[in-house]
């Protein structure tokens, strides 16, 4: 489950990046920082 997170785009809109904290089934909390970029085909 999330908790809560955040979304942020660069400026030059080529890279997306999330952050935030999670919940585990083992009941503690996790956070996690992942980054999306685009590639151009």
């Known amino acids: 489950m999330i908790v809560g997170q955040y979304w942020v ?4 809109r080529k890279r997306l990046t999330r952050w935030g904290v999670g919940k585990a089934p083992d009941g503690q909390s996790k956070a996690f920082v992942e980054t999306f970029e685009r590639v151009e085909k």
């Not at 785009?9 to 030059?12: E, I, K, L, M």
């Open 9 to 12: 785009f660069s400026s030059d």
